[in-house]
C-alpha cells in the first residue's frame, strides 16, 4: 500500500502561480511513475505530466511550456510548478503514482484560477 498527501492549492488569479506537491509514504520502494491528474467539474479526469523514475517526463499539450513536473526521490516527494495559470486550470488536481502493478491516487487538492 501506497499513502499519498497532496498540497499546494488554492485560489490564485490568472497569470499568476502555484506549486503542488505529493508526499508519498508506505511501500515506497517499488514506486516506478509518479504525476499529476486533474478533473474539472463535468468534466473527465485527465493526465497533466507524468515523470518516470529515470526522469523522463510527459506533459498535456495544454500545459506544456506552462508546467514543470519534478520528483525528489529521498523525500519520495512529486512537484508540480504551474505557472502562467489560466481559468481553465481550475480542477481538483490529483497526486498519482504506480507501484508494482498498482495504481494509487491522492485525496486531491483544489486549485482555482479566478479571471
Known amino acids: 500500500q501506497v499513502q499519498l498527501v497532496e498540497s499546494g492549492g488554492g485560489l490564485v488569479q490568472a497569470g499568476g502561480s502555484l506549486r503542488l506537491s505529493c508526499l508519498a509514504s508506505g511501500m515506497i520502494s517499488s514506486i516506478r511513475d509518479m504525476g499529476w491528474y486533474r478533473q474539472a467539474p463535468g468534466k473527465q479526469r485527465e493526465l497533466v505530466a507524468a515523470i518516470t523514475s529515470g526522469g523522463m517526463t510527459n506533459y498535456a499539450d495544454s500545459v506544456k511550456g506552462r508546467f514543470a513536473i519534478s520528483r525528489d526521490n529521498a523525500k519520495n516527494t512529486v512537484y508540480l510548478e504551474m505557472n502562467s495559470l489560466k481559468p481553465e486550470d481550475t480542477a481538483v488536481y490529483y497526486c498519482?503514482?504506480?507501484?508494482?502493478?498498482?495504481?494509487?491516487w491522492g485525496q486531491g487538492t483544489q486549485v482555482t484560477v479566478s479571471s
Open positions: 498519482w503514482v504506480t507501484q508494482l502493478k498498482y495504481n494509487y
